[in-house]
């Protein structure tokens, strides 16, 4: 199964505020046993 369209729109949305944040994004998945994106945002260390 392949994410929805409204799924893709609402994790390129995230994405874009968690880089614009400089985050580190770590992992990318989209899990089909709950049919949702997940995505593991790490921290940044100054």
């Not at 409204?6 to 390129?12: H, I, N, S, V, Y």
């Amino acid at each position: 199964m392949e994410p929805t369209i409204d799924q893709l729109k609402a994790f390129f949305r995230l994405y874009v505020r968690v880089s614009n944040l400089l985050r580190n994004i770590e992992l990318v998945r989209f899990d089909q046993r709950t049919n949702r994106i997940v995505v593991l945002i790490g921290e940044t260390s100054h």
